[in-house]
């Protein structure tokens, strides 16, 4: 079946401290992976998006790839900001319609 | 400006009480999903529909109904058969629903039973 695993929050930062969220996931045939943030009482906002092995996503200094070998889709980012606290899913979905979310990790960036 | 809009953004019910929440989208998006979150987990899908008139059940449909009358317009109804209704709900839409299809998220209403 399909599934995304992603690291347990929540994580505290100081400003402009290197970033890694892991995920991995399990699927029947080959998705396409995704990351979205929520900032807190909103919706989800798509951050970014791979569609294929090797594929490198990247938005807002954000980056992640997808990496088959190793199932995983980690994402990072170089330096943070308190503008970044938020909580992050990584996602996949595959010919279906439906996309399977991991549980979340809260991200929490303190000046 | 194109997107999907949630209304309201806090709605309240009394126990037994069917309730209905609204999404909208002007994206001219095909398909449009429902999904329930509870604090501290990953989104669940309830419904979803590739088009006018047609919507499937997701994994979580028990509880729920929902229409498909207009290509921009999927409400959603809680009724009272939904035993543990407080939650964040979310409406999504894409472009067709292919498997590289991107999801957009409106801004969610969150549910209290009361």
């Known amino acids: 079946g399909n599934s995304v695993t992603q690291m347990e929050g929540p994580v505290t930062l100081s400003e402009e401290a290197f970033l890694t969220i892991n995920c991995t996931y399990t699927?029947?045939?080959?998705?396409?992976l995704f990351w979205y943030v929520q900032y807190p009482g909103e919706g989800l906002q798509l951050l970014l998006k791979?569609?294929?092995?090797?594929d490198k996503g990247s938005n807002k200094g954000f980056e992640a790839t997808y990496r088959k070998e190793t199932t995983s889709f980690h994402l990072e980012k170089g330096s943070v900001q308190v503008s970044d606290s938020a909580v992050y899913f990584c996602a996949l979905k595959t010919g279906a319609n439906n996309l399977f979310f991991g549980t979340g990790t809260r991200l929490t960036v303190i000046p | 400006d194109g997107g999907i809009t949630q209304s309201p953004k806090y709605l309240f019910r009394k126990e037994g009480q069917n309730v209905t929440l609204s999404c909208e989208q002007n994206?001219?998006?095909?398909?449009m999903y429902w999904y329930r979150q509870d604090p501290g987990q990953g989104l669940r899908l309830i419904y979803y529909s590739q088009i006018v008139n047609d919507f499937q059940k997701g994994d979580i449909a028990e509880g729920y109904s929902v229409s498909r009358e207009k290509k921009e317009s999927f409400p959603l109804t809680v009724t009272s058969a939904q035993k543990n209704p407080t939650a964040f709900y979310l409406c999504a839409s894409s472009i067709e629903g292919g498997g590289t299809d991107t999801q957009y998220f409106g801004p969610g209403t969150r549910l209290t039973v009361l």
């Open positions: 994206l001219n998006h095909d398909a």
């Open positions: 699927a029947t045939g080959y998705p396409s």
């Open positions: 791979a569609t294929k092995a090797d």
